[in-house]
């Protein structure tokens, strides 16, 4: 699997977007790209996911580059309940979808 | 549609011993992966299992083992524990065919081995 590259720590004020940016430079054609998040002693909880178009759910919105190279993944209006671990990783939709290759993910705090 | 289940939560073990934890997934999902979580490492991949049968493996020691069952319930069992094995044991349910919406994780088990 592809690996992903993100920063390891990220601010926002509550109300305000939140862009979490992710690198995946060596993804190849048959892999997409998966956001999950990790609130503190908790499972990670799916958010999205996209192959080659950008994609949005009642959760968020997730923008993928024209080379596949970077995702963005954006809570429209963060609210405190949003501080989490949030983790990009890339990973074929077929038969190893099941082993999926997690990083350290970025911090994301969401401050009053 | 209730969610991916673990048990025990919480359990407590001495080196040497064994413990098998409990995963139910996601009712129609028959993929069901393992993953280790400890501080120091992140999220480890571990198993997955898909019609019980093991579809993929990570690099973890043999002592790691696990099965499926026809209802798509998965176990793992841990033999001869060490220290090093405490950790939060995650379990991820997937429909497992190409139209899945990505893995829905259980709470997990909190393992301390001391």
């Known amino acids: 699997d592809a690996k992903t590259t993100q920063p390891p720590s990220m601010d926002c004020a509550e109300g305000r977007a939140a862009n979490l940016p992710c690198n995946h430079s060596t993804i190849s054609g048959n892999e997409y790209v998966y956001w999950y998040r990790q609130i503190h002693s908790q499972g990670p909880q799916y958010i999205i996911h996209?192959?080659?178009n950008n994609e949005t759910n009642e959760m968020a919105s997730l923008i993928i580059t024209e080379d596949r190279k970077s995702s963005t993944l954006i809570l429209p209006h963060a609210t405190l309940r949003d501080t989490a671990v949030y983790y990009c990783?890339?990973?074929?939709?077929?038969?190893?979808?099941?082993?999926?290759?997690f990083g350290d993910g970025t911090t994301l705090t969401v401050k009053p | 549609k209730a969610g991916v289940t673990q048990t025990p939560r919480y359990l407590i073990k001495t080196r040497g011993q064994q413990v098998t934890l409990s995963c139910s997934p996601i009712?129609?999902?028959?993929?069901v992966s393992w993953y280790q979580q400890t501080p120091g490492q992140g999220l480890q991949f571990l198993f997955e299992y898909f019609s019980e049968t093991q579809r993929n493996k990570g690099n973890f020691p043999g002592r790691f083992s696990g099965r499926q069952f026809s209802n798509s319930r998965s176990e793992m069992n841990v033999s001869t524990l060490e220290l090093g094995d405490s950790a939060l044991y995650l379990c991820?349910?997937?429909?497992?065919?190409?139209?899945?919406?990505?893995?829905?994780f259980g709470p997990g088990t909190r393992l301390t081995v001391l």
């Open positions: 990783i890339v990973s074929p939709h077929n038969t190893n979808a099941g082993k999926s290759t």
């Open positions: 009712s129609g999902h028959r993929s």
């Open positions: 991820a349910s997937s429909g497992g065919t190409s139209d899945r919406l990505g893995q829905f």
């Open positions: 996209g192959l080659k």
